[in-house]
T-cell receptor, first 117, second 113 residues
Framework: AQSVTQLGSHVSVSEGALVLLRCNYSSSVPPYLFWYVQYPNQGLQLLLKYTTGATLVKGINGFEAEFKKSETSFHLTKPSAHMSDAAEYFCAVSGNAGGTSYGKLTFGQGTILTVHP | DVKVTQSSRYLVKRTGEKVFLECVQDMDHENMFWYRQDPGLGLRLIYFSYDVKMKEKGDIPEGYSVSREKKERFSLILESASTNQTSMYLC????????????FGSGTQLSVL
C-alpha cells in the first residue's frame, strides 16, 4: 500500500521569499516520487521526479526537491518565489518494484501556493 | 507534443443516467489512467490500464467501470450516475513503466443533478 500526505493545504509567501511545500509518503517498496503543478485553468504538468540516483532533484522554474528515505519525505523548495509560481502543487508516489503498487500513481491532497507582492 | 483529449469539457447529467467519458491519446502510450479531482482531496485514482483490454482498480472504483478496446482510447463509465459523482474527471497517459511522467487531458467537469 502507498499513500501521500501534504502538510498544509494552503501556503502563502511573499514574492522573493523561500517556498517550502511539504510531502511525506508511505510505501512498502522503494518509491518513485513526483511533484506536479496545476496553474489556474490549466492541466497538470510534471515539475520534477525522483527515480534513482541523486537524492536532490531539480525541476523546471527553479524548483527542487530532496528525497530523504529516513524521513520518508520529498519536500519541494524554491529559494525565491515569483508571482507566476501561484498554483496548486501535488506530490505523488509510485512503487518501483513488483506487487499491487507497481505502476499505480497515488497523489496527495494538494497544496495551494499564494504569492503576495 | 503528446496530446490527451477528453471528449467533453463540461457535462450535465441526471441521477440514474449511464454516463460515458471518453479519453484519447495520440502517442501510443501503454498506460492510461482515470482520476477524479475534488477540492481538498487532491486526485484520487479510479481505474488504470496497463495495456489494451487490461485494467486495474484504483482507490475509488465503486460506481465506475472502464473499457479499453483500443490502445489509444480509455473510456470511463458511470453505470448509474449519482450526485456524489459530481466532480472534475482527469484522464492521463504515459509510456509503460512506473517512472514515466503522466500527460494529462484538460479534464471533464461533470455535474449530476
Amino acid at each position: 500500500a502507498q499513500s501521500v500526505t501534504q502538510l498544509g493545504s494552503h501556503v502563502s509567501v511573499s514574492e522573493g521569499a523561500l517556498v517550502l511545500l511539504r510531502c511525506n509518503y508511505s510505501s512498502s517498496v522503494p518509491p518513485y516520487l513526483f511533484w506536479y503543478v496545476q496553474y489556474p485553468n490549466q492541466g497538470l504538468q510534471l515539475l520534477l521526479k525522483y527515480t534513482t540516483g541523486a537524492t536532490l532533484v531539480k525541476g523546471i522554474n527553479g524548483f527542487e526537491a530532496e528525497f530523504k528515505k529516513s524521513e520518508t519525505s520529498f519536500h519541494l523548495t524554491k529559494p525565491s518565489a515569483h508571482m507566476s509560481d501561484a498554483a496548486e502543487y501535488f506530490c505523488a508516489v509510485s512503487g518501483n518494484a513488483g506487487g499491487t503498487s507497481y505502476g499505480k500513481l497515488t497523489f496527495g491532497q494538494g497544496t495551494i501556493l499564494t504569492v503576495h507582492p | 507534443d503528446v496530446k490527451v483529449t477528453q471528449s467533453s469539457r463540461y457535462l450535465v447529467k441526471r441521477t440514474g443516467e449511464k454516463v460515458f467519458l471518453e479519453c484519447v491519446q495520440d502517442m501510443d502510450h501503454e498506460n492510461m489512467f482515470w482520476y477524479r479531482q475534488d477540492p481538498g482531496l487532491g486526485l484520487r485514482l479510479i481505474y488504470f490500464s496497463y495495456d489494451v483490454k487490461m485494467k486495474e482498480k484504483g482507490d475509488i472504483p465503486e460506481g465506475y467501470s472502464v473499457s479499453r478496446e483500443k490502445k489509444e482510447r480509455f473510456s470511463l463509465i458511470l453505470e448509474s450516475a449519482s450526485t456524489n459523482q459530481t466532480s472534475m474527471y482527469l484522464c492521463a497517459s504515459r509510456v509503460q513503466g512506473a517512472r514515466g511522467k503522466l500527460f494529462f487531458g484538460s479534464g471533464t467537469q461533470l455535474s449530476v443533478l
